[in-house]
């Protein structure tokens, strides 16, 4: 008769001990399954495999080699079967111990661990919300998106003066070769062409982040400047628009239209966190901390990249903060996301919301020709990258924050 039994010893909203005890038939079953296995691994002159004596084994390997090999055996099986029969999920390595182990049986232990908090949502439905409302166009996002489209039809024109200057476009030669460069004062190898002048040889020194500097010398060719068109009607036509007042119409509606996604979409977040602080979740500390440990070490890495904005340590120093203190930052960023994510996972439970791969197929072929691109080769290129599960996933959680907006009831706030 099997006596195996699975039981939960302790527990709390994060942390969870179970109980394994196993009686004396299944000791003794693991036992000889690790002397089965060593009979028939083990190549003794005079034996054929799989009939080497067990009385032989024990004098050559030692009986303790045997128990231990059935101790881990079951402690790995039984463990797994324990998780499973109990329905937990740890988020941290088991921690064996309270061993209690007979050659003749039984066989019992303990395993330690954290788990993910359970969630009992909240009345998510109907939720109450005040909201700034939607913000109008301004001059500046009108101008600025003009000044871009200025920009695109800019022409190069020979300068007058014979001297560079910040913005210039100047022609340079290096031995055989020849070619263009835009000069910018916060450039730090352009910057240096200015003042120089037409007809005249620069000597430049770059700083590297390895070795020495490097020296170059550039013959300054010819002189060019960017010259933009005046924002009218001949601007608009250039564009494609009948004329100016057109042309700012799209635009109006376009940046409007722009403006009124990123509120949908900034009030889809609000909603779930809404629901987020309505519930005490608790998250186990050690996976806390080694996420954001680990998430740290990632932004310690990108600022090590040669074109990152600045290393490490200025990081700190302009944002006056220990990397204590920003570890802790990492932490708080870390909890959030686990909470939305324990959230979200629950509200698609309670939804029964689930896309099969030939819908998500249907939905990455709808926006990749909405966008413009063969879905084939988007479909290809979201699973060669391995992005088909993460695109899987923002799809299903698109159809929750569908859900809470649609059956929100927004408050707008006055001005």
Not at 49 to 63: D, H
Not at 187 to 205: F, P, R, S, W, Y
Not at 217 to 226: K, P, Y
Request: glycine share 4%.
């Amino acid at each position: 008769m099997n006596n195996t039994q699975y039981e939960i010893k302790e527990r709390s909203a994060t942390d969870v001990t179970v109980q394994v005890t196993l009686d004396a038939e299944t000791v003794k079953n693991a036992i000889d399954a690790v002397y089965r296995r060593y009979s028939k691994e083990t190549q003794i002159p005079g034996f054929r495999k799989g009939r080497v004596p067990r009385a032989y084994l024990n004098s050559r390997f030692g009986v303790k080699l045997f128990t231990e090999e059935a101790e881990k055996d079951m402690e790995e099986e039984h463990l797994q079967k324990a998780l499973a029969d109990l329905d937990l999920h740890p988020v941290t390595t088991p921690e064996v111990k309270d061993v209690s182990f007979d050659s003749d049986g039984p066989f019992a232990f303990t395993a330690s661990f954290s788990v993910l908090p359970d969630v009992e949502l909240p009345e998510y439905r109907g939720i109450e919300l005040k909201v700034k409302p939607l913000e109008g166009v301004t001059e500046e996002e009108m101008n600025g998106t003009l000044e871009e489209i200025q920009r695109r039809f800019a022409t190069l024109a020979p300068k007058e003066s014979d001297t560079i200057e910040d913005g210039d476009i100047a022609h340079v030669k290096e031995g055989e070769k020849e070619w263009d460069m835009r000069v910018d004062s916060e450039n730090q190898v352009t910057g240096k062409m200015i003042g120089h002048k037409k007809g005249e040889t620069a000597d430049l020194e770059i700083a590297r982040d390895e070795g020495d500097p490097l020296h170059v010398t550039l013959e300054v060719v010819e002189i060019n400047q960017v010259v933009l068109p005046e924002i009218n009607d001949d601007l608009a036509k250039d564009a494609s628009f009948d004329s100016l007042d057109a042309l700012k119409a799209d635009i109006d509606e376009k940046i409007a239209a722009s403006k009124s996604e990123h509120r949908i979409e900034r009030i889809k977040g609000d909603l779930l966190d809404h629901i987020v602080s309505q519930l005490d979740l608790p998250l186990p500390e050690k996976m806390v901390e080694e996420m954001a440990a680990e998430d740290l070490e990632h932004f310690k890495k990108n600022l090590e990249h040669p074109e990152a904005p600045m290393p490490f340590e200025e990081y700190l120093s302009e944002r006056e903060k220990s990397e204590d203190e920003l570890l802790a930052e990492f932490r708080e960023g870390v909890t959030q996301r686990l909470q939305r994510e324990l959230v979200m996972a629950k509200l698609i439970e309670a939804e029964s919301i689930s896309i099969s791969d030939e819908e998500l197929e249907k939905i990455a072929t709808e926006e990749a020709q909405e966008n413009g691109e063969d879905p084939i080769r988007f479909i290809a290129r979201l699973k060669a990258n391995e992005q088909w599960d993460a695109y899987h996933t923002e799809k299903t959680n698109a159809r929750i924050f569908d859900l809470l907006y649609e059956n929100a009831k927004l408050i707008e706030e006055s001005e």
